[in-house]
């Protein structure tokens, strides 16, 4: 009968032992380094993209060289592996199709480019910065729903890159990082509807004329990518009205990440013009009774 050492001895000179600890010794060290990488990328690099962006790239090299350390060492089996592989193909195909088509989608989303990493989406019904995109799935930080705007709500989202192939993707940060907004402005009627013209454009422009530059070169640069038209990104004040009141709609060129600010700063930038001039008078939908006639 064997001895525990001779049992131990006789183990590990098994040729699949042997094999297997290569492997575990392998990863271990491959794990490791990596490690070490991205601790010195988290102390070194303090932009958060590039940071994001290397450790990424270090996680995926070091896949690369767990998947070289198993070729390495079953290279002498991959014939037998391969046929194993292939009466087992159609099953393992079936079960795994969401795994596959969602890998499918992060080779599609690599070699395109979008969306990315930091990219405002809407995907479906969710809606939010892109934070990470793995190889089965991507996560968004969620905007929006029981929060009013352009805000962060504290909720992540993830989706199975299969999206790619299933729904529409509205990106409003890619070739072109703005957005038009409009903010609408009732006045009464016997208001001095060119007094107030001239009021709301300066106010508009004041605040968007910085976007509005910024955005003829984006746009032109999208226009050579794209079959688009050229476009008036200067903000525009117009005018309609009916029997109610006169209402002044503002549109304006705006930062897809300043939406809710500068709509904010527009309207406390309105209130302050409005109340410098009699004349200019914000309409309600409020009642008034003008007089009644008493029967007699």
């Known amino acids: 009968m064997k001895t525990v050492k001779e049992t131990l001895i006789s183990w590990f000179q098994d040729a699949a032992v042997e094999r297997l600890a290569y492997i575990v010794i392998g990863i271990v060290v491959v794990l490791v380094i990596t490690a070490l990488i991205k601790r010195v990328v988290n102390t070194k690099i303090e932009n958060t993209d590039h940071r994001y962006r290397v450790r990424k790239a270090v996680n995926f090299i070091g896949y690369l060289l767990i998947i070289l350390i198993l070729l390495l060492i079953y290279g002498d089996r991959l014939g037998n592996l ?3 592989l292939g009466v087992a193909g159609a099953g393992v195909t079936f079960a795994l199709q969401e795994v596959i088509v969602s890998f499918a989608g992060w080779l599609n989303i690599i070699l395109s480019g979008t969306p990315s990493v930091g990219q405002r989406v809407k995907i479906g019904d969710a809606k939010g910065d892109i934070i990470d995109i793995g190889v089965m799935r991507t996560t968004i930080m969620e905007m929006g729903d029981w929060v009013e705007g352009d805000l962060y709500n504290g909720r992540i989202i993830t989706l199975a890159n299969s999206y790619v192939f299933k729904e529409k993707i509205h990106n409003y940060s890619a070739e072109y990082p703005f ?3 409009e903010v609408k402005v ?5 208001s001095n509807h060119e007094l107030a013209r001239e009021v709301f454009s300066k106010v508009v422009n004041d605040i968007c004329e910085d976007y509005a ?3 003829e070169k984006g746009w032109k640069n999208m226009a050579n990518k794209f079959r688009v038209e050229q476009a008036n990104v200067r903000p525009t004040v117009r005018l309609k009205f009916d029997e ?4 002044f709609t503002l549109r304006y060129i705006v930062d897809y990440k300043s939406r809710g600010t500068t709509k904010d700063k527009i309207y406390t930038a309105l209130l302050n013009e409005i109340a410098k001039h009699d004349s200019i ?3 309600t939908t409020t ?3 003008t007089s009644i006639v008493k029967e007699e």
């Open 82 to 84: 391969g046929v194993a």
């Open 213 to 215: 530059i910024k955005s």
């Open 244 to 247: 109610s009141w006169i209402t």
């Open 287 to 289: 009642s008034e009774v």
């Open 186 to 190: 009732p006045i009464r009627t016997e």
């Open 281 to 283: 008078t914000v309409a």
């Open 179 to 181: 957005l038009w907004d």
